[in-house]
């Protein structure tokens, strides 16, 4: 699973930083991703989450920071939930199931 985070910014202040505190139902984590001349062009960076990091279905918030190479930047918050990848199966649990077979739905706060 991965967290494709959209950006914008100065060109002559550079973004250099993706972080993201994942706060849920069980021990907050956090990735980080430094961000590359490829990440600025196509105006997106994707913070990829290992298979330990893959989310069971619940609440999730995405606490996503950016920062430029003097240290300055930006934060938002995007509240999550995570559902089963077939939506017929929210009756279901999901233990045992391959990492990465559920999907994020997002809302902006």
């Not at 600025?40 to 960076?45: P, R």
């Amino acid at each position: 699973m991965a967290l494709r985070v959209h950006s914008s910014a100065s060109a002559l202040h550079p973004l250099r930083l993706a972080r993201v505190r994942v706060e849920w139902n069980g021990e907050p984590f956090v990735v980080e991703r430094l961000i590359d001349p490829g990440d600025l062009n196509a105006g997106y960076t994707d913070i990829d989450l290992t298979d330990e990091q893959t989310l069971p279905r619940g609440d999730a918030m995405f606490k996503v920071s950016l920062f430029n190479e003097a240290g300055h930047g930006a934060q938002f918050l995007v509240a999550c939930a995570v559902l089963p990848s077939n939506p017929f199966d929210l009756g279901r649990t999901s233990f045992g199931r391959p990492p990465g077979e559920c999907r994020l739905k997002a809302v902006t706060s």
